[in-house]
């Protein structure tokens, strides 16, 4: 008898065990992931009609703007966050309008904006410039938002380390960018580099230079949400 009450003693001590390991893997797992929780509306520049800049090697920016915001989505999702996009193809966001104003394309992704109210917005743009030798990414906020500007030199820090170190280039604020002037929202343009660089061109079309791309701006941005998540 003895024996047997000892047995179930440790039985039941064993699975109070389990179920404590259990529940607190849980927790940390759920900790972990909650870490960088958010809500982020990622806008992947041009589209359709509207190719965005060409590239020294026909390159379409509208091409490359779509698949690093793919990138980035899914490593987002896999921290946690909950991500939008205001485009998943080739598409033009004015299309079926009759018109494909590109007016009308800007305010349609603001209304999602408005609609979605993200932690913030990423839109994914690539640069150009007459000049072959200029490179580097670059981020721009709108000039009267702190925390743009706080958004944007996380990102820059971020994507200075993972792309490149030799990059001087800092955040830059701006008064002028449709979408910077019209939305509410925390919002940046990152223009990961110049299409019109030979060198850059060539990363930019490359899958594992787009994912460092990705992976430079998702740290960035898990790095701001998480600076949100504090202030709460
Ligand atoms: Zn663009």
Redesign the pocket.
Known sequence: MKKKIWELGMTVLLLTGVFWLARTGARLTGADAGAGNGVVLIDS??GGSDP??IGIHQEK?KDINLQIAKRLKKQLEKNGVKVYMTRENDVDLSEGDGGNSKVQDLKRRCEMVRKIQPDCVLSI??NSYPEEAIHGAQVFYYEDSSEGKKLAEILQKHLVEVLDKENHRQAKGNRTYYMLKKTEATLVIVECGFLSNNQEALLLTDEKYQSKVAKAICSGTLEYLSSLAEKK
Do not use: L, R, S
């Open positions: 520049g041009h965005g800049k920016e743009h690539q």
